[in-house]
């Protein structure tokens, strides 16, 4: 790699290099300290780079450090390309875009700023979706959701503008291997539910619900991410794009976008969100395999484990919801975020699951009309639900005061004779 050798852009460079390299976790704030007090006492007969003292010390790779570089050189190019932004600094990147922290001018305020890859932007019908939905999604207005600022193009780069969320991923905190209590994981499932059934009435799905574009911001407010980005290519294309990438996998996606369903709803954004529910109470993906091709063919047909099977405290009634949303066949899960809504608030107060009941009950008689085996004992369990109850409860009082009422009557006609 070809030191930096005009010493003006030298500093900037390197304060820029020393910062990418420590928010890329390449090297520790020690290891950093280190390159830079080198640097100093260096400075007078043996002038070097940080970036030169960090492969000297072998603390980042020739390649690490060639990827930092063209990083630098691309944010430098979104900074010069997008008229009313100040680039500030890159905030992460994933698959396919690059995330940068921004100052847009006009408003004086902290945006965040995502820029699309060239190679997907030169497809026109992506672009146009691109467009369609951005508008879409600044039409969108909730604070579970983050804000969609403004999409535009400037010198050949798409760019997407949105609330910058101060905070993490739900992806960063599973990734170290948090289990979620039932309580934190409801609250912010209720939280998620709540911003679905917003875009849902909007006309808008997401298509991509999982734990890297759930944030949560420093006052624990749940944010859902790139609502209205338009999938850069069609979901099995990127899920095989992104093989080998541990978090990359298809775990979240529902079997109908799988298929490559055109027409996808509501129901598809269901069970993306009871993939990552299921997530974070068991600790584990619902499926997991070795290649991307065998998670999505697990999704289309091996059973699921209920999840309280992986965590054993974990009540049924979660269980069933996780189920209910994660059903194979979209009419068995629920009908809307509202109807699922109504679940979740349920077993927050302690009380049975209802509409999962009922779906369990439908599909279970489905499955008899179809001829089809029945799990008899699930399908027992479920179809003695509270409703059930009172219903033969009430039954049983009426027929107990027929009973007296007929043989008060047969008392009275013998004792008349
Ligand atoms: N509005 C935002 N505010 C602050 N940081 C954000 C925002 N949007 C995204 N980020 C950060 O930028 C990173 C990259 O986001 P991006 O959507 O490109 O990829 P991803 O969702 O992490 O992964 P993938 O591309 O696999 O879906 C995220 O991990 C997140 O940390
Ligand atoms: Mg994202």
Redesign the pocket.
Known sequence: MAPNDTRGDTTSQDTLFGRMALEQRLCTEEELQRCLEDQKSRAADDPSTIEELMLEYGFVTETQAERLESTIEESREAHRRIPGYKVLGK?????????Y?ARQLSLDRIV?V?ILPRRYTEKSDYVKRFFKEGKLAAKLNHNNI?QAIDVGEAGGLYYFV????????L??DLSKGKVFSEKEALEVLIQLAHALAHAHAHGMIHR?V?P??I?INLDGVV?L??MG?ARLTSDVEAAER?KG?A??TPYYIAPEQIRGEVNLDGRADIYSLGATFYHMVTGRVPFEASTPSEVMRKHLKEPMTPPDHINIALTAGISEVIEVMMAKKKKDRYNSMEELLIDLKAIQEGRAPLQARQKFNIETLEQLEEGRPVDVQAADETLYTEETVTRYRIGLVILMAVIALLIIFFATYVAML
């Open positions: 905030v992460g990147s994933g698959a396919m875009a690059v995330v922290k965040a995502k983050v949105m609330e910058f969320v101060e905070g993490k991923s992806h960063e991509d999982k890297k574009n944030m944010k991410a790139d980005l992104e990438k978090f990359g």
